[in-house]
């Protein structure tokens, strides 16, 4: 028994560094979110707390990079700045200090970790082939660029959570509204506002979409990250569940395939659900900046 509780100890310490880049307390940022002086942007009954709430935001991680990635212009400035190679877990966690700043923080925390990340991409421009074989300038700042990110985190999310996940308040239309509100803080004009504008959105990016040179090193990448030997085996089946979500065409642009034994496909939902429900099991169902929220939320409504 000793050996068991040791092992699950063990495994549950891994698995929070994982998603903490190893840090063995709740950070700062995450205990400053119960400061400010308002509810922030939405609230414990709005769409977006119950998805990124739940744990399918783990699938739409790897569902948003992938679909990131088809972008050449987007995956370029991956390629020629980020450390994602060489600091995996740093990149993953300040990609989370930022959607979970903007969803749990007040609004003033959530433009002021905007302009944060704003400011680190300033830097971020170079060079890229585009589809048809023409040179092209990218910046991060770039707003069409930043438009293929924001539909891409928001299409990920939200397909990831219908196909995984539970209900959302509202619906599909209530939480691209309600998300909106980060691509408006990372300086996207009129970003999409329901599903149907999603899809529109997404689809006027077809023609610029393709296999560029740097996508089959981060297809390496994401397909065997550097974890834990305890985590590989679950990585996988999230993984293809990802993969699963995704559209043909992009699956196709990607060289990627739906799961499948021999010619017969394979659901994904019920594998996907049992690892998500070991992970919950391991982080606990409430986070450590849902938490804050609730207790700032709370201070606020004592107030005289």
């Known amino acids: 028994m000793n050996r068991v509780r040791q092992a699950w100890q063990s495994w549950r310490r891994q698995l929070i560094g994982t998603f903490s880049n190893n840090s063995p307390t709740e950070q700062q940022w995450e205990l400053d979110l119960a400061k400010g002086d308002d509810v922030g942007h939405f609230g414990p009954d709005s769409a977006v707390w119950a998805v990124h709430g739940s744990m399918t935001p783990i699938v739409a991680g790897i569902r948003a990079l992938l679909l990131q990635a088809l972008h050449p212009g987007a995956l370029a400035g991956v390629h020629d700045y980020s450390n994602y190679q060489e600091d995996p877990l740093g990149r993953l966690a300040g990609t989370i200090r930022?959607?979970?700043t903007v969803t749990y923080g007040d609004t003033a925390a959530a433009r002021n970790g905007s302009q944060w990340v704003r400011r680190l991409h300033d830097?971020?421009?170079g060079r890229y082939v585009d589809a048809d074989g023409a040179p092209r300038t990218y910046a991060a700042n770039d707003p069409e660029i930043g438009r293929w990110v924001h539909?891409?985190?928001?299409d990920a999310f939200l397909t990831s959570h219908l196909a995984f996940g539970g209900p959302i308040p509202g619906g599909a239309d209530r939480y691209v509204d309600e998300w909106a509100v980060a691509g408006e803080l990372?300086?996207?004009p009129d970003p999409p506002r329901s599903e149907a504008q999603l899809r529109a959105q997404m689809a006027a990016f077809d023609g610029?979409?393709?296999?560029s040179a740097y996508l089959d090193e981060v297809l390496g990448f994401l397909r065997n990250p550097p974890l834990p030997a305890s985590q590989r085996l679950g990585y996988r089946v999230l993984f293809a569940g990802a993969v699963s979500t995704l559209t043909p065409a992009h699956r196709r642009l990607l060289g990627l395939r739906a799961p499948q034994l021999g010619p017969v496909p394979i659901p994904m939902r019920l594998p996907v659900k049992a690892v998500l429900g070991?992970?919950?099991l391991g982080l606990g169902a409430q986070g450590?900046?849902?938490r804050s929220a609730r207790e700032r939320i709370a201070r606020l409504q004592n107030l005289p």
């Open 98 to 100: 930022w959607i979970f």
């Open 123 to 125: 830097r971020v421009q």
């Open 151 to 154: 539909l891409a985190f928001t």
């Open 186 to 188: 990372m300086g996207i």
């Open 208 to 211: 610029e979409l393709y296999h």
């Open 278 to 280: 070991v992970i919950r």
């Open 288 to 290: 450590p900046s849902e």
